[in-house]
T-cell receptor, first 111, second 117 residues
Framework: QKEVEQNSGPLSVPEGAIASLNCTYSDRGSQSFFWYRQYSGKSPELIMFIYSNGDKEDGRFTAQLNKASQYVSLLIRDSQPSDSATYLC???????????FGDGTTLTVKP | GAVVSQHPSWVICKSGTSVKIECRSLDFQATTMFWYRQFPKQSLMLMATSNEGSKATYEQGVEKDKFLINHASLTLSTLTVTSAHPEDSSFYICSSYRLGGGGDTQYFGPGTRLTVL
């Protein structure tokens, strides 16, 4: 079992729809959770981080964390073609500072 | 977000030569920086943790004598790929690690694309 698993994708949604990206992790002691967006050929850029159970909203993005289920998700509302990218879930476990990344989910938003 | 720079952004070299990549944390002093490698259509693979003033900690399977890391100051870490070979061609990305009031965050540099001929 991988330490961080994401939907294999690719995920395709129409413009204006909600895109839902999911991630599960194995280290129950994990404390910090991050979503990064990576465009092809570019470095990852941080979209959101979440530390506490529940929802965290930032503009069109909502991160959801459920530590009991070891599950974190990212919702993108009103998806735009510019949201088309690979989304990486990263988890900082009990080894402070070191992030473990999922393989990423590629999202395509069709106009 | 914080700014991290990398230099060069891309490099092409001959097999057997050494290549140095610089990573600078421009907004804050980073006692810890990370080096990743990413092959096409794959996720980030952590190579090593760079600690200011001490030896880097390498991940299993990463040759420390081949990938030399120096973190001489709180804003600069360097990765030297020694005796590079075509299989070392990859996208190398560094990040600076920041402990903030709300928790810890990594900020990534723009990456360096290495091509070894």
């Amino acid at each position: 079992q991988k330490e961080v698993e994401q939907n294999s994708g690719p995920l395709s949604v129409p413009e204006g729809a909600i895109a839902s990206l999911n991630c599960t992790y194995s280290d129950r002691g994990s404390q910090s959770f991050f979503w990064y967006r990576q465009y092809s050929g570019k470095s990852p850029e941080l979209i959101m981080f979440i530390y506490s159970n529940g929802d965290k909203e930032d503009g069109r993005f909502t991160a959801q964390l459920n530590k009991a289920s070891q599950y974190v998700s990212l919702l993108i509302r009103d998806s735009q073609p510019s949201d088309s990218a690979t989304y990486l879930c990263a988890v900082v476990g009990t080894n402070a500072g070191k992030s473990t990344f999922g393989d990423g989910t590629t999202l395509t938003v069709k106009p | 977000g914080a700014v991290v720079s990398q230099h060069p952004s891309w490099v092409i070299c001959k097999s057997g030569t050494s290549v140095k990549i610089e990573c600078r944390s421009l907004d804050f002093q980073a006692t810890t920086m990370f080096w990743y490698r990413q092959f096409p259509k794959q996720s980030l693979m952590l190579m090593a943790t760079s600690n200011e003033g001490s030896k880097a900690t390498y991940e299993q399977g990463v040759e420390k004598d081949k990938f030399l890391i120096n973190h001489a100051s709180l804003t600069l870490s360097t990765l030297t790929v020694t005796s590079a070979h075509p299989e070392d061609s990859s996208f190398y990305i560094c990040s600076s690690y920041r402990l903030g009031g709300g928790g810890d965050t990594q900020y990534f540099g723009p990456g360096t694309r290495l091509t070894v001929l």
